[in-house]
């Protein structure tokens, strides 16, 4: 008797382990979420969106992005930070989980509860005006600056594009008023409607609006020339020290298991490899530069010790 109840115990252990193994397989079986911290219509929302589109085979049950926006990003990183750790609920981290807790509006968000999925974008920050702006140059915007008050847009307090501000300004010994919106989309409407002097942010952001001719881009803060756009010198050529930009990525709460991690990275690297992703980006002039979770996990390690000395220098935190 004491025999046959122990193989029956051994028989229902190996059925409950085997039940759980398949369990975890079936990932994904029910609907994912993708947080957006920003607006819809932005440089985050617009590639992500895109990404997602193409990676959507992957998800038989479905999947679908949704914008919490709020504190340059915060709102939404952080309720995907503390979301459940299963896979259900993925976010799209970007620059600024490197820089707005360095700048004192991070709230809980942090980089090191994160577990990095992929990144398919990264992207110079552009300082644009409209067509009818009377400043023609970089040289002429900083040099009014100097005199006047200018209004210069940014996507929130301690997001990449504020910091893009606030890096020209000091290299160029000037001041701006800084005017956060919660992502560039809003920021660039604004411009559009004559309330800014500049604005801050990707180049394929404002492309439409350049391209229609409402905008002119003055100079771009990056090391070299955009491939996208040759004809718009550096702020580095122009004799400003200053480079700077944006990535964006997906990730997922640090104690997701590892096999739904690799099953989201394989989906997303794959997605953004595609034919219809990259024709999409080469048409919104977004530059396509992807990094699979163990490369974008060092690049997020590094930037946040360089923002936070960045930071630091410029005394954002008070």
């Known amino acids: 008797m004491k025999k046959r109840m122990v193989a029956a115990l051994m028989i229902?252990?190996?059925?409950?382990?085997?039940?759980?193994?398949?369990?975890?397989?079936?990932y994904p079986d029910k609907p994912v979420t993708v947080v957006c911290p920003f607006a819809a219509g932005g440089g985050n929302d617009t590639i992500i969106r895109a990404l997602v589109d193409c990676a959507k085979d992957k998800f038989p049950k479905g999947i679908a992005v949704e914008n919490r926006t709020g504190s340059g990003g915060t709102v939404g990183m952080s309720y995907g930070q503390n979301a459940k750790p299963d896979g259900y609920t993925i976010t799209n981290i970007a620059v600024e989980l490197v820089t707005l807790p360095h700048a004192?509006?991070?709230?809980?968000?942090?980089?090191?509860?994160?577990?990095?999925?992929m990144m398919p974008n990264y992207s110079c920050s552009v300082i644009t005006v409209r067509a009818d702006s009377p400043y023609q140059t970089l040289d002429e915007l900083l040099e009014a600056s100097k005199t006047t008050e200018l209004q210069a847009g940014n996507s929130g307090v301690?997001?990449?594009?504020?910091?893009a501000n606030v890096a020209l300004e000091q290299a160029a010994g000037t001041k701006f008023t800084h005017v956060p919106f919660e992502g560039g989309s809003l920021m660039i409407t604004s411009l559009l409607g004559g309330h800014l002097?500049?604005?801050?942010c990707s180049y394929a952001e404002v492309y439409p609006h350049v391209a229609s001719g409402e905008f002119r881009v003055l100079a771009a803060l990056a090391d070299e020339r955009m491939a996208e756009a040759p004809d718009i010198p550096t702020a580095k050529e122009l004799g400003y020290d200053v480079a700077i930009g944006a990535w964006r990525g997906m990730g997922c709460p640090k104690d997701t298991p590892e096999e739904i991690v690799k099953y989201l990275e394989d989906a997303f690297m794959e997605a953004a490899k595609s034919e219809k992703f990259t024709e999409f980006m080469n048409?919104?002039?977004?530059?396509?530069?992807?990094?699979?979770?163990?490369?974008?996990?060092?690049?997020?390690?590094?930037?946040?010790?360089?923002?936070?000395?960045l930071i630091e220098s410029m005394n954002m935190a008070k």
């Open 12 to 26: 229902l252990a190996a059925l409950t382990v085997s039940s759980g193994c398949a369990k975890k397989a079936e």
């Open 104 to 117: 004192g509006t991070g709230g809980d968000v942090y980089y090191d509860k994160w577990t990095p999925i």
């Open 158 to 163: 301690g997001a990449i594009w504020h910091l």
């Open 197 to 200: 002097d500049f604005i801050s």
């Open 283 to 309: 048409n919104a002039m977004y530059p396509i530069i992807i990094e699979d979770s163990e490369t974008f996990g060092k690049r997020i390690e590094a930037e946040n010790e360089m923002y936070k000395q």
